[in-house]
């Protein structure tokens, strides 16, 4: 399946939360509902769902992002599990003492073959 592209997705996230907020305070205004209806239905297209809510949930996905357009954070949730597990300075120790153990056996079989 092709993807939508990041920037044009966000962008019309950004027009149905704005379209949403304008048939909220007017619910009866017919234009505002049709442009409300018509931003839905792109967004239904690009992403390949049949009704609003599951489009709007997949392009939040897509983008990154968490319910009503905020960024979440992976990254720095993934790098604190990693720091909690041991952080960088016990992998660094690890690597060094494979490395010398690596180094201590290749001297030994060069010695064997000496």
Do not use: F
Not at 38 to 49: E, I, K, P, Q, S
Not at 70 to 99: C, F, N, T, W
Request: charged share 35%.
């Amino acid at each position: 399946m092709l993807l939508p592209d990041k920037a044009g997705l966000a962008q019309l996230l950004r027009r149905y939360r704005t379209w949403e907020q304008l048939v909220l305070q007017e619910p009866h205004n017919s234009l505002r509902r049709r442009r409300l209806d018509d931003v839905a239905y792109t967004l239904c297209v690009l992403m390949g769902h049949r009704t609003a809510h599951d489009a709007i949930r997949a392009a939040e996905t897509y983008l990154g992002r968490g319910p009503r357009g905020d960024r979440k954070l992976r990254a720095p949730g993934i790098l604190r599990a990693r720091r909690h597990d041991g952080g960088d300075s016990g992998r660094e120790s690890r690597s060094d003492s494979r490395s010398d153990s690596r180094s201590d056996s290749a001297n030994s079989s060069r010695k064997e073959r000496m």
